[in-house]
């Protein structure tokens, strides 16, 4: 029912297809043979005469243009009474399918899957979501944990800021590596020394003002072991 490239152009093209209805979209002025009105947006031919859908008994259709193939599926199974919309497109001499002309009711109907379907796609989405961060909440959770049993003299707000930045989805930082997810001393320690060198140091200030990385880093080292120091050794003061 669909004309497509194998499709005879126009002159050729027999007046009932075989199967469905056809409507075309006239590249010349074209009048109703029966009523006389025109020229015609779309027409019908019945027996190689032009009749305008109302004398064709489709007036009561209405146009969905191409392009939401789902829409156009079904808007057409709920639909009594569809036709195909199609305009002869000559630089490549074949007919191309332009919408379809459907029930009213029907279109309405198909309206509404579609709108549940998308509803429920939404709902899907946000239901994993969740999920997720209720996954990364227990990840954070543990990293913050181990930050804790290794560093007992991290305050508390401190190792849920540093495990909540390490676990964040998709960053490629340290909580997100296998190694963070096996939640190891490496991987917890590694997360604790970048939060001190960024936040306890002055290393942002040294890599502003031009000073190479690993140079900044020398620099920085002793400010960086006396707060991992203090953080372990409080553990142990409280611990003896
Ligand atoms: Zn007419």
Redesign the pocket.
Known sequence: MVPDRRMAPRATLPPHPPTGLLVFQPLKRRH??????GP?SLLVLEDAAP??????DLGHLVFLPRGDTALTRRSREESTLSAVVVRFNRRRSRYERQGVLVEEAALARAEQRCLADAEARRRRRVRDARRRAAQDALFAEAFSAEIRRLFPGCPADRARAIAAHASERGSGRVGRSAAGRALTEGAVTSAVVASVRHLDTPYDRLLMSGVPRHEARRRIAAAVETVLRRWTEAGLGSAG
């Open positions: 109703c043979a029966e009523c006389r009105r015609l009749r305008c859908l109302d004398c064709a």
